[in-house]
């Protein structure tokens, strides 16, 4: 079976790169709507090759724009977010480099961000900023980087600026995944290869992600520091809540 999904994913991917991709880049000149159905198509197609069942917690708040910040476990978490809404996400630089990864970012019309250059966050977060001003959604990982998932998610926030420019409502997402009731660790992090994780995700199949919203911020009169404990707070009430990682009493965490 996984090697039928090899297969498939193998397949999917020179569709997408033959067709997907040169329809997308046209749509996206020239604001077409079918831009947003074929991101979401293919997400979805990649989910159900990989093994990967997306189970939304409840309804989008709010309304557009909107900053969503989520914890991160996994490349995974993209796709899935994907395959239910035409978000734009914030990722680092290296990513578009990246094979497959690299170009499912690009399809998706990702922001990109240089980490290792904090003097160019004004300039990322104007830019993020111009992205919800059109009034499309962001998905940013406030954690910087992705985790296992053991401990609660600690939010950094820089980039919660972009709310604050915009008047954006901030939308906390919780991720986990499991095998239908039981939290499992399909995480993608630290040093792990993306074609050994690719492979055992596909041998393994039957994963579900959950992806539960939280309650809408409103940024106005606030700082950007306020912005992220409050995320932070509702992701790990939303993970206790499932019984997910270790659970804390301290969730108003200092934020960097």
């Known amino acids: 079976m996984s090697y039928l999904r090899a297969a498939l994913f193998i397949l999917a991917m020179t569709g997408a790169l033959l067709f997907a991709a040169p329809i997308q880049a046209l749509a996206r000149r020239r604001e077409w709507r079918l831009q947003n159905g074929i991101q979401k198509s293919f997400c979805r197609t990649l989910c159900r090759i990989i093994g990967i069942e997306v189970a939304p917690g409840g309804v989008l708040p709010g309304f ?5 910040a989520a914890n991160h476990l996994s490349w995974t978490d ?4 994907a395959s239910l809404h035409p978000f734009v996400f914030l990722a680092k630089s290296e990513v578009a480099g990246w ?3 690299g170009f499912i970012a690009r399809l998706q019309g990702t922001v990109f961000v240089e980490r290792s250059a904090p003097q160019n966050i004004p300039g990322v977060n104007a830019a993020l900023a111009a992205v919800l001003d059109e009034g499309r959604d962001l998905v940013i990982f406030p954690e910087g980087t992705s985790t296992d998932g053991a401990k ?3 939010f950094k926030s820089a980039h919660f600026d972009a709310a604050c420019e915009s008047g954006a409502v901030i939308v906390p997402v919780a991720l986990f995944y499991t095998d239908g009731r039981t939290p499992i660790d399909i995480g993608w992090y630290g040093d792990m290869s993306f074609l050994p994780h690719l492979w055992r995700l596909m041998k393994r199949g039957g994963a579900c992600c959950h992806i539960v919203y939280g309650d809408a911020i409103v940024p106005r009169g ?3 520091k306020a912005l992220a404990v409050e995320a932070q707070a509702q992701v790990r009430r939303l993970l206790c809540s499932a019984h997910v990682g270790e659970t804390t009493g301290q969730e108003l965490e200092k934020v960097l």
């Not at 557009?64 to 969503?68: A, K």
């Not at 993209?78 to 977010?81: E, G, P, Y």
Request: hydrophobic share 45%.
């Open 78 to 81: 993209v796709i899935a977010l």
């Open 64 to 68: 557009g724009p909107r900053l969503i």
């Open 152 to 154: 609660p998610p600690r």
């Open 222 to 224: 606030r700082d950007r």
């Open 99 to 101: 094979p497959i990864l």
